[in-house]
Protein backbone atom coordinates (compact mmCIF):
# COMPACT_ATOMS: atom_id res chain seq x y z
CA UNK A 1 0.00 0.00 0.00
CA UNK A 2 2.74 2.79 0.67
CA UNK A 3 4.50 1.68 -2.57
CA UNK A 4 1.53 2.75 -4.68
CA UNK A 5 0.84 6.04 -2.72
CA UNK A 6 4.71 6.84 -3.21
CA UNK A 7 4.27 5.98 -7.02
CA UNK A 8 1.19 8.45 -7.62
CA UNK A 9 3.22 11.03 -5.82
CA UNK A 10 5.67 10.85 -8.49
CA UNK A 11 3.02 11.03 -10.94
CA UNK A 12 1.20 14.05 -10.15
CA UNK A 13 4.82 15.76 -9.83
CA UNK A 14 5.28 14.70 -13.26
CA UNK A 15 2.40 16.07 -14.77
CA UNK A 16 2.44 19.52 -12.94
CA UNK A 17 5.90 20.20 -14.81
CA UNK A 18 4.91 18.75 -17.63
CA UNK A 19 1.88 21.24 -17.95
CA UNK A 20 4.03 24.10 -16.44
CA UNK A 21 6.26 23.47 -19.95
CA UNK A 22 3.87 23.58 -22.48
CA UNK A 23 2.30 26.90 -20.57
CA UNK A 24 6.18 27.96 -21.50
CA UNK A 25 6.00 27.30 -25.17
CA UNK A 26 2.55 28.31 -25.77
CA UNK A 27 3.47 32.14 -24.51
CA UNK A 28 7.03 31.97 -26.48
CA UNK A 29 5.05 31.10 -29.73
CA UNK A 30 2.48 33.80 -28.75
CA UNK A 31 4.82 36.51 -28.43
CA UNK A 32 5.76 35.99 -32.34
CA UNK A 33 2.72 35.26 -33.71
CA UNK A 34 1.21 38.21 -32.31
CA UNK A 35 4.16 40.64 -34.16
CA UNK A 36 3.25 39.14 -37.71
CA UNK A 37 5.64 37.91 -40.27
CA UNK A 38 8.82 39.61 -40.79
CA UNK A 39 10.04 40.13 -44.00
CA UNK A 40 13.69 41.13 -44.46
CA UNK A 41 15.14 43.18 -47.33
CA UNK A 42 18.76 42.58 -48.96
CA UNK A 43 21.81 44.77 -48.57
CA UNK A 44 24.22 46.29 -51.00
CA UNK A 45 26.72 44.29 -51.66
CA UNK A 46 30.49 44.68 -52.82
CA UNK A 47 29.88 48.57 -52.03
CA UNK A 48 33.12 50.95 -52.72
CA UNK A 49 32.90 54.92 -52.53
CA UNK A 50 34.72 55.99 -55.92
CA UNK A 51 36.32 59.81 -55.19
CA UNK A 52 34.96 62.90 -57.85
CA UNK A 53 36.12 66.37 -58.20
CA UNK A 54 33.61 67.98 -55.26
CA UNK A 55 31.45 64.60 -55.16
CA UNK A 56 31.62 60.78 -54.13
CA UNK A 57 29.86 58.23 -55.96
CA UNK A 58 28.65 54.96 -54.16
CA UNK A 59 29.03 51.58 -56.28
CA UNK A 60 26.95 48.55 -55.23
CA UNK A 61 26.58 45.05 -56.70
CA UNK A 62 22.94 44.54 -57.23
CA UNK A 63 23.49 40.79 -55.99
CA UNK A 64 20.14 40.94 -53.30
CA UNK A 65 17.70 43.50 -54.70
CA UNK A 66 14.85 41.57 -54.65
CA UNK A 67 12.25 43.80 -52.56
CA UNK A 68 14.44 46.96 -51.95
CA UNK A 69 12.77 49.93 -53.34
CA UNK A 70 15.03 52.71 -51.76
CA UNK A 71 18.63 52.87 -50.59
CA UNK A 72 19.50 55.44 -47.96
CA UNK A 73 22.77 56.39 -47.78
CA UNK A 74 24.49 57.72 -44.59
CA UNK A 75 28.33 59.76 -44.25
CA UNK A 76 30.06 61.26 -41.59
CA UNK A 77 32.72 63.56 -41.77
CA UNK A 78 36.65 63.53 -40.17
CA UNK A 79 34.69 66.04 -37.42
CA UNK A 80 32.17 63.94 -37.23
CA UNK A 81 29.33 65.87 -38.74
CA UNK A 82 26.90 63.58 -40.60
CA UNK A 83 24.37 64.18 -43.38
CA UNK A 84 22.19 61.20 -45.63
CA UNK A 85 20.33 61.43 -48.95
CA UNK A 86 17.93 58.75 -49.83
CA UNK A 87 18.26 56.88 -53.47
CA UNK A 88 15.49 55.72 -55.48
CA UNK A 89 17.25 52.78 -56.60
CA UNK A 90 15.34 51.98 -59.59
CA UNK A 91 16.54 55.60 -61.12
CA UNK A 92 20.45 54.47 -60.32
CA UNK A 93 20.55 50.92 -61.58
CA UNK A 94 22.72 50.20 -64.41
CA UNK A 95 23.42 46.76 -65.49
CA UNK A 96 24.26 44.66 -62.43
CA UNK A 97 25.42 47.59 -60.38
CA UNK A 98 23.84 50.61 -58.36
CA UNK A 99 25.42 53.77 -59.20
CA UNK A 100 24.61 57.05 -56.28
CA UNK A 101 26.54 60.31 -57.08
CA UNK A 102 26.56 62.44 -53.85
CA UNK A 103 27.63 66.08 -55.86
CA UNK A 104 28.15 68.88 -53.64
CA UNK A 105 30.31 67.21 -51.29
CA UNK A 106 33.27 69.43 -49.93
CA UNK A 107 36.77 67.87 -49.76
CA UNK A 108 37.71 65.70 -47.54
CA UNK A 109 37.33 62.21 -46.24
CA UNK A 110 34.41 60.52 -45.10
CA UNK A 111 32.97 57.03 -44.16
CA UNK A 112 29.76 55.94 -45.32
CA UNK A 113 26.83 54.02 -43.61
CA UNK A 114 24.67 52.41 -46.72
CA UNK A 115 20.84 50.29 -46.08
CA UNK A 116 18.00 49.36 -48.29
CA UNK A 117 14.58 49.80 -47.35
CA UNK A 118 11.46 48.16 -49.04
CA UNK A 119 8.14 49.70 -49.66
CA UNK A 120 6.83 48.74 -46.02
CA UNK A 121 9.60 49.98 -44.34
CA UNK A 122 11.49 46.81 -43.75
CA UNK A 123 15.14 47.77 -43.36
CA UNK A 124 18.59 45.72 -44.42
CA UNK A 125 21.49 45.32 -42.98
CA UNK A 126 23.93 48.24 -42.88
CA UNK A 127 27.29 48.28 -45.17
CA UNK A 128 30.11 50.59 -44.30
CA UNK A 129 32.96 51.85 -46.55
CA UNK A 130 35.58 54.76 -46.78
CA UNK A 131 35.90 57.30 -49.47
CA UNK A 132 36.78 60.93 -50.50
CA UNK A 133 36.10 64.01 -52.40
CA UNK A 134 38.84 66.31 -54.23
CA UNK A 135 39.76 69.13 -55.78
CA UNK A 136 41.50 72.39 -55.86
CA UNK A 137 43.04 71.90 -52.39
CA UNK A 138 44.33 68.25 -53.44
CA UNK A 139 45.19 69.68 -57.63
CA UNK A 140 47.48 72.35 -55.25
CA UNK A 141 49.74 69.68 -53.79
CA UNK A 142 49.94 67.71 -56.56
CA UNK A 143 54.03 67.72 -58.77
CA UNK A 144 53.14 69.02 -62.02
CA UNK A 145 55.16 67.69 -65.43
CA UNK A 146 57.51 69.75 -66.99
CA UNK A 147 59.96 70.40 -69.48
CA UNK A 148 63.56 69.32 -67.88
CA UNK A 149 66.02 69.44 -71.22
CA UNK A 150 65.75 69.96 -74.81
CA UNK A 151 68.32 68.23 -77.17
CA UNK A 152 68.61 68.08 -80.64
CA UNK A 153 70.17 64.95 -82.91
CA UNK A 154 71.96 65.74 -85.97
CA UNK A 155 68.74 64.46 -88.05
CA UNK A 156 66.87 67.33 -86.64
CA UNK A 157 65.00 65.44 -84.13
CA UNK A 158 64.23 67.12 -81.09
CA UNK A 159 64.19 64.72 -77.78
CA UNK A 160 61.92 66.62 -74.57
CA UNK A 161 62.65 65.01 -71.83
CA UNK A 162 59.59 65.78 -69.53
CA UNK A 163 59.52 65.32 -65.97
CA UNK A 164 56.92 62.82 -64.32
CA UNK A 165 53.66 62.71 -62.18
CA UNK A 166 51.96 59.39 -61.15
CA UNK A 167 48.83 60.89 -60.84
CA UNK A 168 48.54 62.36 -64.58
CA UNK A 169 46.83 60.45 -67.42
CA UNK A 170 48.36 63.00 -70.34
CA UNK A 171 49.70 66.45 -70.69
CA UNK A 172 49.57 69.54 -73.00
CA UNK A 173 52.98 70.92 -74.42
CA UNK A 174 52.55 73.98 -76.31
CA UNK A 175 55.63 76.16 -77.49
CA UNK A 176 56.46 78.94 -79.79
CA UNK A 177 59.93 79.91 -81.05
CA UNK A 178 61.02 82.82 -82.59
CA UNK A 179 57.90 84.30 -82.87
CA UNK A 180 56.64 81.28 -85.26
CA UNK A 181 53.05 79.93 -85.23
CA UNK A 182 52.09 78.17 -81.75
CA UNK A 183 52.52 74.36 -81.94
CA UNK A 184 50.46 72.24 -79.13
CA UNK A 185 50.65 68.37 -78.61
CA UNK A 186 48.87 66.35 -76.13
CA UNK A 187 50.27 63.17 -75.11
CA UNK A 188 48.84 60.61 -72.87
CA UNK A 189 51.07 59.40 -69.64
CA UNK A 190 52.82 60.22 -66.83
CA UNK A 191 55.90 62.27 -68.38
CA UNK A 192 59.10 60.85 -69.91
CA UNK A 193 60.83 61.51 -73.13
CA UNK A 194 58.90 62.54 -76.41
CA UNK A 195 60.54 63.20 -79.66
CA UNK A 196 59.52 65.62 -82.23
CA UNK A 197 61.16 65.68 -85.87
CA UNK A 198 61.40 68.40 -88.43
CA UNK A 199 62.26 70.43 -85.13
CA UNK A 200 62.69 74.29 -86.20
CA UNK A 201 65.84 76.14 -85.23
CA UNK A 202 64.51 78.10 -82.52
CA UNK A 203 66.93 80.09 -80.93
CA UNK A 204 64.36 81.17 -78.30
CA UNK A 205 61.13 79.20 -76.86
CA UNK A 206 58.29 79.95 -74.75
CA UNK A 207 57.04 76.53 -73.13
CA UNK A 208 53.92 75.81 -71.65
CA UNK A 209 52.89 72.13 -70.06
CA UNK A 210 49.19 71.38 -68.44
CA UNK A 211 48.96 67.97 -66.24
CA UNK A 212 46.00 66.34 -66.59
CA UNK A 213 46.03 64.37 -63.38
CA UNK A 214 43.49 61.12 -62.41
CA UNK A 215 43.60 60.57 -58.20
CA UNK A 216 44.44 56.79 -58.18
CA UNK A 217 44.74 56.88 -54.53
CA UNK A 218 41.04 58.42 -54.34
CA UNK A 219 39.91 55.70 -56.77
CA UNK A 220 39.27 59.15 -58.45
CA UNK A 221 36.76 59.21 -61.84
CA UNK A 222 36.99 62.80 -62.37
CA UNK A 223 39.91 64.21 -63.85
CA UNK A 224 41.99 67.40 -62.62
CA UNK A 225 43.48 70.29 -64.38
CA UNK A 226 46.50 70.94 -62.62
CA UNK A 227 47.34 74.67 -63.00
CA UNK A 228 49.64 75.16 -66.49
CA UNK A 229 53.95 75.81 -65.90
CA UNK A 230 55.24 78.27 -68.05
CA UNK A 231 58.93 77.94 -69.07
CA UNK A 232 61.26 79.10 -71.47
CA UNK A 233 64.52 77.49 -73.64
CA UNK A 234 67.32 78.91 -75.00
CA UNK A 235 69.45 77.35 -77.28
CA UNK A 236 73.03 76.52 -76.52
CA UNK A 237 75.15 73.75 -78.71
CA UNK A 238 76.31 70.53 -77.25
CA UNK A 239 78.88 67.94 -78.49
CA UNK A 240 76.58 64.58 -78.69
CA UNK A 241 77.67 60.75 -79.56
CA UNK A 242 76.92 59.69 -83.28
CA UNK A 243 74.71 56.83 -83.62
CA UNK A 244 77.15 54.00 -84.73
CA UNK A 245 74.24 51.88 -85.24
CA UNK A 246 73.38 53.74 -88.51
CA UNK A 247 77.15 53.37 -89.64
CA UNK A 248 77.02 51.45 -92.78
CA UNK A 249 80.73 50.74 -94.68
CA UNK A 250 80.93 51.53 -98.15
CA UNK A 251 83.51 51.71 -100.95
CA UNK A 252 83.22 55.51 -101.98
CA UNK A 253 87.27 55.38 -103.97
CA UNK A 254 89.36 53.21 -105.80
CA UNK A 255 91.63 52.24 -102.98
CA UNK A 256 88.91 52.02 -100.35
CA UNK A 257 90.81 49.45 -97.81
CA UNK A 258 87.68 47.13 -96.74
CA UNK A 259 90.09 45.81 -93.75
CA UNK A 260 90.54 42.11 -92.26
CA UNK A 261 88.97 41.17 -88.80
CA UNK A 262 88.53 37.90 -86.84
CA UNK A 263 84.57 38.01 -86.82
CA UNK A 264 85.06 38.81 -90.81
CA UNK A 265 83.07 42.23 -90.35
CA UNK A 266 85.97 44.27 -92.00
CA UNK A 267 85.63 47.89 -91.49
CA UNK A 268 81.87 47.22 -89.89
CA UNK A 269 83.46 45.34 -86.67
CA UNK A 270 84.69 49.10 -85.87
CA UNK A 271 81.31 50.19 -85.21
CA UNK A 272 79.40 46.93 -83.64
CA UNK A 273 80.33 47.81 -79.67
CA UNK A 274 81.51 44.19 -79.78
CA UNK A 275 84.53 42.69 -79.05
CA UNK A 276 86.44 42.42 -82.83
CA UNK A 277 88.49 44.62 -83.99
CA UNK A 278 89.70 45.24 -87.65
CA UNK A 279 92.72 45.93 -89.39
CA UNK A 280 94.38 47.21 -92.59
CA UNK A 281 94.32 44.61 -95.58
CA UNK A 282 96.23 46.67 -98.07
CA UNK A 283 96.67 49.97 -97.06
CA UNK A 284 100.04 51.75 -95.25
CA UNK A 285 99.40 54.54 -93.55
CA UNK A 286 98.53 56.95 -95.42
CA UNK A 287 95.44 54.80 -96.37
CA UNK A 288 91.81 55.25 -96.07
CA UNK A 289 88.37 53.69 -95.60
CA UNK A 290 84.79 55.00 -96.33
CA UNK A 291 81.67 54.79 -94.42
CA UNK A 292 77.82 56.11 -94.37
CA UNK A 293 76.90 58.15 -91.09
CA UNK A 294 72.96 57.23 -92.18
CA UNK A 295 72.82 60.90 -91.40
CA UNK A 296 74.07 64.43 -92.30
CA UNK A 297 76.18 65.49 -89.52
CA UNK A 298 78.74 68.58 -87.74
CA UNK A 299 81.21 66.19 -86.69
CA UNK A 300 83.61 67.50 -83.96
CA UNK A 301 85.72 64.87 -82.52
CA UNK A 302 86.44 61.59 -82.23
CA UNK A 303 87.78 58.50 -79.73
CA UNK A 304 88.88 55.20 -80.35
CA UNK A 305 89.27 51.66 -78.52
CA UNK A 306 93.18 49.96 -79.63
CA UNK A 307 93.24 46.15 -80.78
CA UNK A 308 93.06 43.66 -78.27
CA UNK A 309 96.14 41.66 -77.68
CA UNK A 310 98.62 44.34 -78.90
CA UNK A 311 98.98 48.40 -78.60
CA UNK A 312 100.77 48.20 -81.71
CA UNK A 313 99.27 49.73 -85.21
CA UNK A 314 96.94 51.97 -83.11
CA UNK A 315 96.05 55.04 -85.40
CA UNK A 316 97.86 58.31 -84.22
CA UNK A 317 97.19 61.19 -86.84
CA UNK A 318 94.43 61.23 -89.37
CA UNK A 319 92.08 63.09 -91.45
CA UNK A 320 87.80 63.49 -91.71
CA UNK A 321 86.87 64.35 -95.38
CA UNK A 322 83.35 63.92 -96.08
CA UNK A 323 80.59 64.47 -98.80
CA UNK A 324 76.97 66.06 -98.15
CA UNK A 325 76.13 63.78 -100.81
CA UNK A 326 76.31 61.77 -103.63
CA UNK A 327 74.64 62.97 -106.39
CA UNK A 328 77.00 63.82 -108.73
CA UNK A 329 77.78 59.98 -109.39
CA UNK A 330 80.43 57.73 -109.14
CA UNK A 331 82.15 59.33 -112.60
CA UNK A 332 82.94 62.59 -113.95
CA UNK A 333 84.66 65.13 -113.67
CA UNK A 334 83.19 65.52 -110.05
CA UNK A 335 82.01 62.00 -109.49
CA UNK A 336 83.01 61.23 -105.85
CA UNK A 337 84.97 57.90 -107.01
CA UNK A 338 88.30 59.06 -105.67
CA UNK A 339 91.60 56.97 -108.21
CA UNK A 340 94.43 58.42 -106.48
CA UNK A 341 95.89 56.49 -103.41
CA UNK A 342 96.39 58.25 -100.23
CA UNK A 343 99.97 57.92 -100.60
CA UNK A 344 100.04 59.36 -103.91
CA UNK A 345 100.80 62.74 -104.50
CA UNK A 346 97.60 64.33 -106.44
CA UNK A 347 95.51 62.66 -103.61
CA UNK A 348 94.19 66.14 -101.88
CA UNK A 349 93.89 67.84 -105.33
CA UNK A 350 91.81 65.12 -107.01
CA UNK A 351 89.85 64.28 -103.53
CA UNK A 352 89.16 68.15 -103.91
CA UNK A 353 88.16 68.38 -107.40
CA UNK A 354 85.64 65.39 -106.51
CA UNK A 355 84.28 67.69 -103.95
CA UNK A 356 85.20 65.99 -101.40
CA UNK A 357 85.91 68.62 -98.43
CA UNK A 358 87.93 68.21 -95.13
CA UNK A 359 86.30 68.24 -92.36
CA UNK A 360 88.99 68.20 -89.66
CA UNK A 361 92.19 66.54 -88.42
CA UNK A 362 93.35 65.11 -85.46
CA UNK A 363 95.52 62.75 -83.81
CA UNK A 364 95.23 60.01 -80.42
CA UNK A 365 97.23 59.96 -77.90
CA UNK A 366 98.05 57.14 -75.36
CA UNK A 367 99.08 56.68 -72.01
CA UNK A 368 102.12 55.50 -71.02
CA UNK A 369 102.77 52.76 -70.02
CA UNK A 370 100.53 51.67 -72.88
CA UNK A 371 97.65 50.03 -72.00
CA UNK A 372 95.70 47.10 -73.57
CA UNK A 373 94.03 48.13 -75.14
CA UNK A 374 94.76 51.47 -76.20
CA UNK A 375 92.28 54.17 -75.58
CA UNK A 376 92.52 57.64 -76.49
CA UNK A 377 90.03 60.63 -77.60
CA UNK A 378 90.14 63.50 -79.33
CA UNK A 379 88.94 67.13 -80.92
CA UNK A 380 89.34 67.43 -84.68
CA UNK A 381 91.44 70.57 -85.14
CA UNK A 382 90.82 73.47 -88.44
CA UNK A 383 87.34 71.94 -88.51
CA UNK A 384 85.27 73.19 -91.60
CA UNK A 385 81.17 73.52 -90.46
CA UNK A 386 80.48 75.15 -93.61
CA UNK A 387 78.99 71.81 -94.83
CA UNK A 388 77.12 69.03 -93.00
CA UNK A 389 79.10 65.53 -94.66
CA UNK A 390 76.60 62.78 -94.57
CA UNK A 391 79.51 60.37 -96.47
CA UNK A 392 83.16 60.21 -94.80
CA UNK A 393 86.49 59.13 -95.82
CA UNK A 394 88.31 58.61 -92.69
CA UNK A 395 92.15 58.89 -93.69
CA UNK A 396 95.17 57.16 -91.11
CA UNK A 397 97.98 59.40 -91.99
CA UNK A 398 100.13 57.49 -89.08
CA UNK A 399 100.05 54.50 -86.82
CA UNK A 400 101.88 53.79 -83.27
CA UNK A 401 104.54 51.58 -84.42
CA UNK A 402 106.29 50.83 -87.47
CA UNK A 403 105.84 46.92 -88.67
CA UNK A 404 104.54 45.56 -84.85
CA UNK A 405 107.98 46.86 -82.94
CA UNK A 406 107.88 48.61 -79.96
CA UNK A 407 108.79 52.47 -80.16
CA UNK A 408 110.02 54.38 -76.90
CA UNK A 409 107.91 57.36 -75.65
CA UNK A 410 110.91 59.26 -77.18
CA UNK A 411 109.90 58.68 -80.60
CA UNK A 412 105.99 59.42 -80.09
CA UNK A 413 104.97 62.74 -79.93
CA UNK A 414 100.73 62.87 -80.36
CA UNK A 415 100.15 65.35 -83.18
CA UNK A 416 103.78 65.07 -84.42
CA UNK A 417 104.04 61.34 -83.87
CA UNK A 418 103.25 57.84 -84.80
CA UNK A 419 104.78 56.02 -88.39
CA UNK A 420 104.12 56.02 -92.07
CA UNK A 421 104.95 54.48 -95.33
CA UNK A 422 108.33 56.12 -96.26
CA UNK A 423 109.73 57.53 -93.07
CA UNK A 424 112.89 55.99 -93.25
CA UNK A 425 112.82 53.98 -90.41
CA UNK A 426 112.51 50.70 -92.60
CA UNK A 427 110.58 50.19 -95.86
CA UNK A 428 107.82 47.61 -94.37
CA UNK A 429 104.32 48.93 -94.30
CA UNK A 430 102.39 50.90 -91.61
CA UNK A 431 99.15 49.16 -91.20
CA UNK A 432 96.28 49.95 -88.55
CA UNK A 433 94.23 48.31 -86.05
CA UNK A 434 91.12 49.41 -84.27
CA UNK A 435 88.95 47.74 -82.16
CA UNK A 436 86.17 50.32 -81.79
CA UNK A 437 85.78 53.84 -83.64
CA UNK A 438 83.63 56.31 -82.04
CA UNK A 439 82.32 60.40 -83.32
CA UNK A 440 81.35 63.27 -81.62
CA UNK A 441 78.60 65.65 -83.55
CA UNK A 442 77.88 68.78 -82.67
CA UNK A 443 74.03 69.71 -81.61
CA UNK A 444 71.83 71.92 -79.91
CA UNK A 445 70.23 71.69 -76.58
CA UNK A 446 68.56 74.30 -74.83
CA UNK A 447 69.16 75.81 -70.84
CA UNK A 448 65.71 75.55 -69.55
CA UNK A 449 64.56 77.96 -67.37
Known amino acids: MKKKSWQIFIGLIITVFSFNACSDITDTQRKFLDIGEISYV ?36 FQGASSEKTFDIKDYVTGNYTRMPIEGLPEGDYDFYIYNVDDWGNKSLTVECHGSSYGKEYARIQPKIAVTAITVDDSNTAQITMSTSKMAVKFRLTYQGDNAEEKTLDVNGTGGKLMIPNWGDYENLQLKVTTYILPKDKLGVDTLVLQEVTQTAKQTVIDFDVDKSRIVPMALTKNDDPGNSYSGKGIAALFDNADTECWGANISAPGHFCFDLGTKAYLSGASIVGRLDYPGWDVVKFEVWGRESLDDG ?120
Request: charged fraction near 20%; aromatic fraction near 14%.
Open 42 to 77: GRMDSVIALGGNGRAIIVAKNTYLRTATKCIVKWVD
Open 330 to 449: KYGTTGYYIMASSQAANFVTEATTRKWKKVGNGWFKYTSPRSNPQTSKCVFTEVDHSFKPRYIMFRVMSVLTPDVVPVPDTQYFGNEGGFYSGDGVNSKNRAFCIKELNFKALGISYIIQ
